[in-house]
Every structure is written in structure tokens, then in C-alpha cells.
């Protein structure tokens, strides 16, 4: 026998080995393997449980936070607006009328969804994992197949612990080439984005590939991962390699001993075959990439920092146009002009982007022997709590502080700006989370994205900076 | 879930392209814990004023557009975040039908399974429908999902895409759930090969 096996794609040998169901005519029954839930995208779907009788499946692949609308100034419930507030205590209910282990707003190992399922151990190589969230796209870092889910579908995967699903297409994104010192994960992602738009992902599934990518560490992949729902995308992954299991080698709910070297070895097995076909190829040299910042009102509205921002005059689609017009009054920013050295009142580092211990890290680096410039407030947010004591034992929250920052308790915090930590209206700021959308941040306020490292020199100069300035030597 | 036959409705127009679901719902509005009472953030970053009143430059807001159910709009409808409160605002505030020529995935799952249906159509159809709302913004397309067609007042019938279970579970006003718990015994007998 001499039969030729058709390679596969890290997408399509998780999707396969996930398929519980096919019929012509139905969407394929996918099984899920890990279900993330938090406090805002979930009562409608615990509530129709309980319309229809029905139970949590597997309360053993359930596992819930609250991080949307928690308070980052105190862990009390007691700070929290009254909405806010029976939204959280709805969670706990929920949780605990289900059987589904909650890591509660006074839990050590609390934190926002995207960082906590890495930190535990929980996201692993080769699952399939679904979140009422469309940040659900980090887990994808993995190798696995992660995406944000409605809450009817939230309900369907508690109820059964499937999903109903058409497979998408596949797009490999090959970024080559050695980053320069100052340019980041985020960098890269932002220029993706600005390169395909928003809307350039849709339908696909992507996989990210090349020189740069295996070069990145753990979190640094999860920065990328994370925003490809910005580019429209189902879901981001990226192969498991050494870098991935020496991550996840010891976490608390990863395997131990015998089964953990049986699941490296299956893990191995996932990378995409040699010659498997995407549905797209496109790539990226990121040897030249310089920091980028979003001057708009789309993620995929970013330059490089020293670029100009785009007239609407030179684009001749008149609806590109119309969009880049509206975008401009809304940010009240002028066409043709730089942002490198456009003042900000603002200063969020944080989000389930980029809020990690290496990002806290060198922010913290950056920022060390300086203070934030006068008028500017920098609000740092660690992505859990694990990530807030270990940048304490770093002394980081120190140098924080000192330079003049408000250091804080994990959540989402400004990034979605839903407990309280908000800009006012006009504000403008630089901000490591996904998201520059009108009123994201607060109705009213103005985002550019950028990463910590930009987020950390802006906020020392008091206006958008490179950050490769503060990186002499 | 309501079920979607056919609809007769004048065309509310938004021609932005890239509308994200932060847009359609702000997340201040999303600390609710059932789906009622969100058709008053619908689109509440542009609908109000400074002030809080009706913007009333806005088509939502504005008179003549009070009974419509088809919202025309730009490309990528419903971008960004996975809120299903989006659609349960649109279908709140009386919208039954999306027309664009394209829309996010997640946003489009979430629309089919609140009686809500994404219609994507061709470019030329997309501008003619544009011309259309402003030459007679009072005309009524006919949308019919049994044979998939928008029927223009020009007598032109614009047919489009579906999937045939989102279409079954739409006509009979039927929860996909339902489907999903009818194979049990798949997804039992998966879970023995596995676990």
C-alpha cells in the first residue's frame, strides 16, 4: 500500500480531530474543549438554561472569572455601580447554582480571562476553546483553536459542550525578518492590520508563521493572537514549538510527569505538514518596521510612528474617504501631519493585549528614573493578579509609582472602560489595549494604540513618542 | 426565537462602512443581565447629542423612519466584539433585516439566531439601493427568505445567500439549540472515545 497522506494545517487537524457530527445541509457539530466565561456575555445564556431545564454539561471544561466591570482601585464589590454590581453577583450565583468554578473577584489567581486560561496552565496545544469574547483569538498562541462566541452560543456550549460551526478558510501570515530593537509584538499586529483592514480577516482562520514569529517568546505571541479579531479573523494561531511547552511546562492544570511528556509528544504532531494548502498566503517584512500608533477610529487605522497621517483628499474610494473624514473630526487630528509629538492626557497600560508580566516589565524599564509628564495621568493595570504580585516582588509597581502612575488590581479596566477607569470627553490616549473604536474608552475619548514601550515614552513625554528615544545603548 | 418570513419595510440608510458592535451597543449598556431595554442604546454614540437628546440629523431618530425594519449599511457590519447585545438592540429597537455587502462572522452568528437576518448583496446592488433610499426614501423593498430574493420597486428581484440551516431555523422561528441537543448521543459516544 502506498497511500499518500493529504497534509494538513495546525487549523485542520484540530478542527477534524473536534468534529463530532456532519450532515449535508447542518453547520458540522464541533466539540469544545475548554469554555472561558465572564461576568457580561453570560446571565442571558445561564438563563436560558434554567427556562429549559437543562444543566452544564461538563462543569470540569467550564471555567469562569470576572474581569469586565471589576473594580481596579479596591477587590469590593461594595465600590461598584449598582448595575455593574448585580451583574457580578449574577455571575456568582450562576456559577455556583451550576457547579462551575468561579475565580472570584477576592481569588489570588483572578484575572482577566485571556491571561488567566495561559498563566493556569489551562490553554493548551491542540483545544478547542471558546469564550463569550472575541479576545478569545490569544489562546491561539497555543496552537489552539480559540474564538469568541455570542451567548446563544455561549448557551449551546454549556449545554452541550458543543458548537454548531462551518469550517472557515485558511490564511498563513508570514512576518520575516529580525524586529529592531523598540518594535513589538503589538507592532506587528498593527501593521497586519493596517495592511489588510479590519475587515481582511473575515471568514478566515490565521495562522501566523515565519522568522519573526518563532522568534517571539510566549506572551508576546498572545499580544499578536489577540488582535486578530481585529483584522476581522475567526481566530489567530501559532504552531507549538519549544517555546510554547517550555511555557507550559509545571502550570497548575498542565500535565505532570508521565502525561506530560506523552502530551509534548502529541503536541508535536500539530504543526501544519509541509506542503498543507491555505486558502491564502500573504507576508510580511518586519525588518524595517518602525513602532506604529492608530491615528483613527479602526485598529486598522495605524501608521508607523513617523508616518503622516493619511489625507482624505488622496483616497478615491469615496465610502474609504468618507470613513477616514469621519474618523479625523471624531479624533480632531489634522491629515498630513505626524502624531510623533501630539499631546495625550492619557496613559493605559493594560488589557488582555498587552498586560503581562513582560510587558509590565518594559514599561517599567522605560520609564525607570523618569517622571510621567505633568497633566498626563498613567494608569497601569496588571492582567491578573498572579502578574500584580509578581511585578510587586519586581518592585515594578514602585517604579510606577514614583515616576507618578496609579498603579492598580487586575481587570479590563480602560480598555473597555466599563468600571469606572474611563477617559472624559476629548481626552486623548495612548492605550496597549485592542481597541480605538469611538467612546471605547469612554463616550467621547480618543484612542491611539501603540505598545508598552510607546505607551511608557509618551506617558514621560507627555505626547506620542517613539519610544526608541528612551532606548539609547 | 421570532420567526423571519418575509418583510415589506422601508430602507433605514447608514452608509459608514466598518461599523463596529461598540457603535451598535456601547459597553455601558451591556451590565444588563436579561435582553430587554436595549433598543435605547442602539447606536447611542450617534444617535445623542452632547446633551442627551435625539441627534435628529440621525436616521434612527428621525420621524419618517419610526416603522422601518431594513437597516441599509457599509461594509463589515458588526465588527469587534462578540456582544449578542447588538442584535438584541437592533431587533429591540424594531430592525429585522441587515442589508450590506459584507458583515463580521460573529456578529452575523449572532444576528441568525435572534430572528435578525444578515443579507449581503453585490456592489452595484449596494449602490442602488443607496440611490434608492435617497431618491424615494420612503420606498419599501420586499424581502422574501423562502426563495431568498429582496424585491425592489423596479420589479427587480436581488436574490441572496443563506445557509440552508440558518434559513430552516429563521422560517420556523426555531432555536439552533434544539438541533444541538438532538445529538447527545454523538457527542456522548465522542466523549467516551476521549476522555
Known amino acids: ?473 | 426565537m421570532q420567526s423571519f418570513t418575509t418583510l415589506t419595510s422601508k430602507i433605514i440608510p447608514l452608509p459608514n462602512n466598518d461599523v463596529d458592535t461598540d457603535q451598535i451597543i456601547p459597553a455601558r449598556y451591556l451590565k444588563v443581565t436579561d435582553k430587554v431595554g436595549l433598543a435605547e442604546g442602539l447606536f447611542a454614540g450617534w444617535r445623542y447629542l452632547a446633551d442627551g437628546s435625539p441627534d435628529p440629523e440621525f436616521p434612527i431618530n428621525q420621524e419618517r423612519y419610526q416603522n422601518a425594519q431594513i437597516l441599509l449599511t457599509g461594509d463589515n457590519f458588526g465588527c469587534g466584539s462578540s456582544r449578542e447585545h447588538a442584535p438584541w438592540a437592533m431587533a429591540g429597537w424594531g430592525i429585522r433585516a441587515v442589508i450590506s455587502t459584507s458583515f463580521a462572522d460573529i456578529f452575523r452568528n449572532n444576528a441568525l439566531k435572534n430572528g435578525l437576518l444578515p443579507i449581503v448583496v453585490d456592489d452595484a446592488t449596494h449602490t442602488s439601493l443607496f440611490d434608492l433610499t435617497e431618491e424615494v426614501p420612503l420606498a419599501a423593498v420586499d424581502i422574501d427568505l423562502a426563495s431568498q430574493t429582496v424585491s425592489l420597486p423596479s420589479g427587480e428581484k436581488v436574490f441572496f445567500e443563506i445557509d440552508p440551516f440558518s434559513k430552516t431555523c429563521l422560517i420556523g422561528g426555531v432555536d439552533q439549540l434544539g438541533y444541538l441537543l438532538k445529538q447527545e448521543d454523538k457527542i456522548a459516544a465522542f466523549e467516551a472515545a476521549r476522555d
Open chain 1, 1 to 473: 500500500m502506498n497511500q499518500t497522506i493529504k497534509p494538513r494545517t495546525l487549523f485542520e487537524k484540530i478542527w477534524d480531530s473536534h468534529l463530532v457530527h456532519e450532515e449535508p445541509g447542518s453547520p458540522s457539530v464541533l466539540y469544545i474543549d475548554l469554555h472561558l466565561v465572564h461576568e457580561v456575555t453570560s446571565p442571558q445564556a445561564f438563563s436560558g438554561l434554567r427556562a429549559k431545564g437543562l444543566q452544564v454539561r461538563r462543569t470540569d471544561r467550564t471555567v469562569a472569572t470576572m474581569d469586565h466591570s471589576t473594580p481596579t482601585k479596591e477587590l469590593s464589590l461594595n465600590i461598584v455601580d449598582a448595575m455593574g454590581a448585580r451583574q457580578l453577583r449574577q455571575l456568582q450565583a450562576n456559577c455556583k447554582d451550576f457547579g462551575i468554578h468561579l475565580y472570584d473577584l477576592d481569588d489570588p489567581l483572578r484575572g482577566i480571562v485571556h491571561i488567566m486560561g495561559p498563566e493556569l496552565g489551562l490553554t493548551q496545544p491542540g483545544l478547542t476553546i471558546v469564550c463569550g469574547d472575541s479576545h478569545t483569538s490569544t489562546h491561539g498562541a497555543f496552537g489552539a483553536l480559540a474564538f469568541g462566541i455570542g451567548t446563544s452560543e455561549v448557551e449551546h456550549v454549556l449545554a452541550t459542550q458543543s458548537l454548531l460551526q462551518y469550517r472557515p478558510k485558511t490564511m498563513r501570515v508570514d512576518f520575516e525578518g529580525e524586529l529592531q530593537p523598540g518594535v513589538t509584538a503589538k507592532d506587528m499586529i498593527l501593521a497586519l492590520i493596517a495592511k489588510i483592514g479590519v475587515g481582511g480577516g473575515t471568514g478566515y482562520v490565521l495562522e501566523y508563521a515565519g522568522s519573526a514569529v518563532r522568534n517571539l517568546s510566549m506572551e508576546a505571541r498572545m499580544t499578536l493572537c489577540n488582535m486578530s479579531i481585529e483584522a476581522g479573523a475567526r481566530a489567530g494561531m501559532i504552531a507549538p514549538d519549544e517555546t510554547t511547552f517550555e511555557y507550559l511546562a509545571g502550570r497548575q492544570h498542565a500535565p505532570q510527569g508521565a502525561d506530560w511528556d506523552a502530551a509534548v509528544e502529541r503536541w508535536r504532531q500539530l504543526p501544519s505538514d509541509p506542503g498543507a494548502h491555505y486558502d491564502a498566503v500573504i507576508t510580511l517584512d518586519v525588518s524595517q518596521l518602525a513602532p506604529m500608533v492608530t491615528y483613527g477610529t479602526n485598529p486598522g487605522m495605524g501608521v508607523e510612528i513617523d508616518q503622516l497621517v493619511p489625507t482624505p483628499a488622496a483616497q478615491s474610494d469615496p465610502a474609504r474617504r468618507a470613513a477616514l473624514e469621519k474618523a479625523l473630526a471624531y479624533m480632531d487630528l489634522e491629515p498630513g501631519k505626524s502624531l510623533h509629538g501630539h499631546p495625550v492626557d492619557v496613559v493605559f497600560i493594560g488589557s488582555c493585549t498587552n498586560s503581562r508580566i513582560s510587558d509590565l516589565r518594559a514599561a517599567a524599564a522605560l520609564i525607570k528614573g523618569h517622571k510621567v509628564a505633568e497633566g498626563v495621568r498613567l494608569l497601569v493595570v496588571p492582567g491578573s493578579e498572579s502578574i500584580r504580585r509578581q511585578a510587586e516582588a519586581e518592585g515594578l509597581d514602585i517604579i510606577f509609582r514614583q515616576a507618578g502612575g496609579d498603579w492598580r488590581f487586575a481587570g479590563c479596566s480602560m480598555c473597555i472602560a466599563m468600571n469606572g477607569d474611563q477617559l472624559s470627553p476629548g481626552q486623548y490616549a495612548v492605550s496597549t489595549s485592542n481597541r480605538n473604536f469611538e467612546g471605547r474608552q469612554g463616550a467621547g475619548g480618543r484612542t491611539f494604540l501603540a505598545s508598552p514601550l510607546t505607551a511608557a515614552a509618551s506617558a514621560i513625554a507627555g505626547k506620542v513618542t517613539d519610544p526608541r528615544e528612551y532606548m539609547i545603548g
